[in-house]
């Protein structure tokens, strides 16, 4: 089995920073495609970003396009989200999650096997 635990959600102002990490452990994994989605309160839950298994790829939603990087530390096994120019819209639970296998970026949440529990971001106007 694999463990992800997601960590550095909060509240923060409009046009704030966070950092969202999420560690993997547990099964040894060798190699993985990583996501990052949310969900707000009475919405489906959507892709924001995702890195492919080698790190070369990345893509990201429209809607934090320009404003969110994601990246992975292959040592730690965790991959991070840095959000930027945060905005109320931004506000939902933020989950990562791994599709195990040498894939690129994915969309789709139903591909990915291993999810965490989620961290929340809030953000104020």
């Known amino acids: 089995q694999v463990q992800l635990v997601e960590s550095g959600g909060g509240l923060v102002q409009a046009g704030g920073s966070l950092r969202l990490s999420c560690a993997a452990s547990?099964?040894?994994?060798?190699?993985?495609?990583m996501g990052w989605f949310r969900q707000a309160p009475g919405k489906e839950r959507e892709f924001v970003a995702g890195i492919s298994w080698s790190g070369g790829s990345t893509d990201y939603a429209d809607s934090v396009k320009g404003r969110c990087t994601i990246s992975r530390d292959y040592a730690k096994n965790t991959v991070y989200l840095q959000m930027n120019s945060l905005k109320p819209e931004d506000t939902a639970v933020y989950y990562c999650a791994i599709r195990q296998g040498p894939y690129r970026v994915d969309t789709r949440y139903s591909v990915y096997g291993y999810w965490g529990q989620g961290t929340q971001v809030t953000v104020s106007s």
């Open positions: 547990g099964r040894t994994l060798s190699s993985y495609a």
